[in-house]
C-alpha cells in the first residue's frame, strides 16, 4: 500500500481542513458519492493525512492504570466528528450520538464549544472515562451527558433527561454494523489470546467486543434493518428543523467487494424520514490495519476495498 504523510499533532479545538472532490482510490460512485458532491478531510496546509492515532492525545487520562485501560474495539474516528461538529454547527448547539460508544461525539462537541449527549449501552464507563478526561485536561467548555441504556428506548431515556422534544441541532452517529458471514462486519483481524478476566487481550490491554443480546451490533438480516430504521426515525424524530443528520461508516469487504452499507442505510434513511440529501465528506482511514494492508495483496482481482470512512449528511425539511 502507498505510503501518506500523517498529521499528528492537534490541539483539541484546532479546525478540521478539507479539500473538494473525491479520491481517486474512493471505492464508491454511487448517488450519494458524486465525486463533485465530496469533500476530503485533509489538512491541506501540512500536505498530510489526520492519523486515528492522534486520538490517544487526548481521549484518555493523564494517570494510567495498572494493567492498561479496556479499549473499545472500534473507537469511532475523531477526523470525521469533529468535521461534523465544526461544519454543521455552531457554539452552544446541542449535539447527539445515539449509539455513542468511546463518546466521540460527545468529546468533540464538548471541545469545540457545544453540548454533546449520547447513549451508550454495553461500556458507559468507557464513555464516561473519555468525557471526564476533558474536563480533567481543561479542554472542555461544553456540557457532556452520557447516559447508559439501549438506543432502542432512546425516546423514553431522553425524556427522562428533560431532552423535549425536537432539541438536536445535530444528530452524528458511527451507525452500527450488522453480523456479516461468522463475524461482525466491523471487527478488526488482530492477535488474540485469552485473558483471565474475560474478553480477549491485544498487546497487553483488554479489549471489548459486543456482547448485549438487544445490541445492534449482534444483529443481521432484516433484524438489523429493522433495528437501524427504528433507531434513525427515532433519533431524526428529535432533531430540529434544519438541523443536519450524519452516519460516518467505513464499508466493509465481503465476497472481494465493498459492502455499501453507507448507501443501503442511507436509502433507510431517505425513505423513512423527513429529510433531504445535503452533501458527503470522507476521510482516508489511518493508520490502515492488517486487513486492509493484506487483501489487496492476497486478491488482486478484488480491485478497490474501502480505504474510507463515508460521512453522509442530511437535513431535516
Known sequence: MAKFNTYREIKTDEEIYARSGSPSDYHCSCDYCKPDQIKEIYHTEQDAYYSQSTRKQYYFPKVKPEGGFDRHICPGHWQGYRYAVQQYTKPGDLVFDPTVGTGTAIVEAINNGRDGVGIELEYPHITQRSVDAQYENGSATGKGEVI?????????????????GECFD??????????LGGRQADAPERALSTDPRGGMAYKKEQLIEYKQERGIGTKKNDEYWAMIEKLYVDSISKLKPGGKFITIIKDPTQKKQPYLLHKFIMDVVMESNPVKYHSTFVHRHMPYTLFMNTYPKQYPEAGLIPLFQTGVVFEKI
Open 148 to 164: 447508559p441504556g439501549n438506543a432502542e428506548d432512546l425516546i423514553e431515556l431522553l425524556e427522562e433527561r428533560q431532552y423535549h
Open 170 to 179: 445535530l444528530v452524528v452517529n458511527g451507525s452500527p454494523y450488522p453480523v
